[in-house]
Every structure is written in C-alpha cells, then in structure tokens.
C-alpha cells in the first residue's frame, strides 16, 4: 500500500515509519523541513512537504494514498484549544479527500475522550461528547467524516513514553524543575494510562492491517499508573522533595497542566487486546523514568 502519514518526523511517527516499510508499504511523510526530508528519505520513505495548516496540500497527499494515518499535532500546550481546532479542520480535509473510497483514514485521540466520568477507566467504546477537554474536536471530526461514508479507525493514545520522552509527564517534569518540586494532588491516587513508543507504533500497523471501519482502539500498554509513583520518580530524577497539594493549590501551582493533574487518566485496553491479537510488551513508564538522564539540555549559545 501507498500510505500517507502525517507527523511521520515526530515522537510516534518517527517509530511508525520503520513499522510500515518492513511490512513492504511504501511511506511518504509531511514534512515540513530540510532536516525532516534527510530523515524520511535516509529511513525509506519520501518527502511530503507541507504542514497540518495548508488544507489543500493535505487533501494532496490524502488523493495519492491507499490510506492515511494522522499522527501530526501541534503540542503548544499554551494554545491547546486553538491546536485541536486545527486537528479537527485537519481531519475534515483528509476524510473530503477519501470520501467515496475504501481507503481508510486512521486518526489519533487521546483515551482521555472514553472517560464516562464514574471514576473507571476509559473505555473503547465510550465517547464522552462532553468532556471540557478540547482534544474532543480531533473525534467529533473522525466521527463527522466516518458519518460521511469513510473508513475512519481512532486510536486513543495515554502517555506514550521511553526514556526521553513520556508526554504529558515531559511537561510535568520540566514544571517540576522550575518550581524545585514534584507535586501530586492529595494522596496522589489519580492513576494515568501509560504505553512504551514501541508498541504504541506497532499497534498502528496492527490496526492499518487488522482493524475495521468505525472502531475505536485504545494503545495502552498500562492501564493505570498511580501519580503518586511518577511523582517519586521525577523527584528522585530531579533531586526534589514530593510534596502533597490540595485541589485548590494545585489549581495555581500546576497552571495548564491543572486539567489532567488529580483527574483520573486510567484507560482500559482488554477489548484492544482481544481484537486485535496485540499484546504490549515494552517498559513500564516507572522503568522508563527511572532510565531517564534528567539533566535539562543545553541552552543553544
């Protein structure tokens, strides 16, 4: 198959890539820079260029493909609603441009959006209309363009980690930094979904070639990791004391990160797993942490 993937230079991309090209698919990935082309064409892949942005470029690389999977997103946190509009207008322009096929577009959520909201995980089949967090405009417009005749699959995505990286946590650890310590929200028992890079990228190949029309997977590896733990782990990696707050002074303390701090972030993956014959095998996010050199980069002179 021909596949056109977005974000195919970034965290999950990057690990994706090789995934399609060992099972004989020919990539091309949106790039939208020189050191981006290097990599695609040095892993196998071709150049796309553009960005999430230039609709009409998308709709471009959308019209040359067997299918589409969408990983690329603008993680400026400091914008995160203005972001997931774009993820949504993204989206639309991808499914326009696959409407009246059977090439499937594969599109990346957050597991956060199967929440109902009664304190259990997350689960596949859940779709919370009215979570508060604005990453529900990336499946409304899934949802919009799978209502439309295309073959939309989501894949829900926790904090996906190895020992550089570990998304949300990425920023909680540089907050952590600054602040001279490692916060948690009363006993810290709010639990967090987790899934090493690896297998969140085989799981994308997995659905590519296994998965359905319609249907919603979650790639997570650990269904529920405590805060309290990954608290631990920062502050022994940072050198900084733990220190318990209330709702309302985490509510300053954390400032953005407030709306996932103390909230419960455990998704359930048991009907991913039996679907699909996919089995996560990866570290844990605690080893992962553990394995981390906290040490801040350097500053560019």
């Not at 508060?132 to 073959?151: F, H, M, N, Y």
């Amino acid at each position: 198959m021909r596949i056109f993937l977005t974000g195919a230079t970034g965290f999950v991309g990057s690990r994706i890539l090789p995934e399609l090209l060992d099972a004989g698919h020919e990539v091309f990935g949106l790039t939208r820079s020189e050191s981006g082309r290097h990599q695609l064409e040095a892993a196998g892949a071709r150049p796309h260029f553009g960005t999430i942005e230039d609709l009409e470029n998308l709709q471009e690389g959308a019209a040359q493909a067997d299918a589409v999977i969408h990983t690329a997103f603008d993680h400026d946190f400091a914008n995160y609603a203005a972001n997931c509009e774009k993820d949504h207008r993204a989206i639309t322009a991808l499914g326009a441009a696959l409407q009246g096929s059977d090439r499937p577009l594969i599109v990346t959520s957050a597991t956060v959006l199967g929440d109902c909201g009664d304190g259990e995980p997350a689960r596949e089949m859940v779709f919370n209309a009215d979570t508060l967090i604005p990453r529900i405009a990336t499946e409304k417009a899934a949802r919009a363009v799978l209502a439309s005749g295309v073959d939309v699959r989501i894949i829900r995505l926790p904090q996906v980690h190895d020992p550089v990286k570990q998304g949300l946590i990425s920023f909680y650890i540089d907050h952590a930094r600054t602040a001279g310590l490692a916060g948690y929200v009363g006993e810290g028992a709010d639990r967090w979904a987790a899934a090493h890079v690896t297998d969140v990228a085989q799981m994308f190949a997995a659905v590519l070639e296994r998965g359905a029309r319609g249907e919603t997977y979650h790639a997570v590896g650990e269904p529920g990791v405590a805060f309290r733990d990954i608290a631990e782990a920062v502050a022994v990696g940072l050198g900084v004391p733990m220190v318990s707050l209330s709702p309302a002074e985490a509510a300053s303390h954390f400032g953005w990160l407030a709306m996932f701090i103390g909230q419960n972030g455990s998704a359930s993956n048991a009907w991913t797993k039996a679907r699909l014959g996919w089995e996560p095998v990866g570290p844990g996010l605690i080893a992962d942490l553990q394995a981390m050199d906290f040490r801040p980069e350097p500053k560019a002179v």
